[in-house]
């Protein structure tokens, strides 16, 4: 959480020494619970190994034993276990009428006071009135957002206020290589429909 306000204290001009007492917390060796482990939740937690991470996850399917060992993941059949548990929860899931805040006040309650809320998904996932209360009152340490509803927020919302939030402007893909990808793979996908073949990328398989 010190990324934003060391930046500006690394280049304001008033600066005349570094704090020597700012501290964050290690995430190797964490334990990182993953809601949602598809493609991208899995690639996640290929990422988090490298770390050492303990990593949980929880999703509508569980994975063959050989993918979860491959990542050192461990299945979680209730989300409320992985909530628990995480040093670091990421939410990595499609926004459906079942996620539509699939993370609320009793979620945001179950979670550890040092934890730290990521989501990379949807902002409609998160019950943002619950997150502003959650921050505010510590009952979680932070919050990590990629994402929020609406996009951009009223330049008054409460989330804009804390200091203990990082958001970003839905730029998790915003790389030219990754742009390219997805042209590419939707291009793919319309000469697939011309041709009469089988979609690469169908939304919704048979």
């Known amino acids: 959480m010190y990324l934003c306000s060391g930046c500006q204290t690394a280049v304001s001009p008033d600066t005349k020494y ?13 334990t990182l619970g993953i809601i949602g482990m598809g493609s991208i939740g899995y690639r996640v937690a290929q ?12 999703n509508r399917n569980r994975r063959r034993k050989e993918e979860e060992e491959a990542v050192g993941a461990h299945y979680c059949e209730k989300m409320e276990d ?16 079942e996620t539509h805040k699939l993370i609320g006040k009793k979620e945001l309650g179950l979670m550890k006071p040092t934890a730290t809320l990521v989501n990379i998904s949807r902002g409609a996932v998160i019950d943002q009135d619950a997150l502003v209360e959650a921050l505010q009152n510590k009952v979680i340490r932070a919050a990590a957002l990629d994402v929020t509803y609406p996009e951009p927020l009223p330049r008054d919302h409460p989330l804009l206020k804390l200091s203990n939030i990082i958001i970003t402007p839905h730029i998790g893909t915003a790389t030219v290589q990754a742009t390219r990808m997805m042209a590419e793979e939707a291009i793919a996908n319309m000469l697939a429909v011309l041709n009469g073949q089988p979609i690469p990328s169908e939304v919704f398989p048979k």
Do not use: K
């Not at 501290?23 to 964490?30: H, N, Y």
């Not at 990422?47 to 929880?58: K, N, P, S, V």
């Not at 909530?83 to 926004?95: G, K, T």
């Open 47 to 58: 990422r988090a190994r490298a770390f050492d991470m303990r990593i949980l996850y929880h």
């Open 82 to 97: 992985l909530l628990q548990q995480s040093d670091f929860v990421m939410l990595v899931v499609n926004l459906t009428p």
């Open 18 to 30: 570094f704090p020597v007492d700012w501290l964050g917390v290690e995430v190797t060796r964490a």
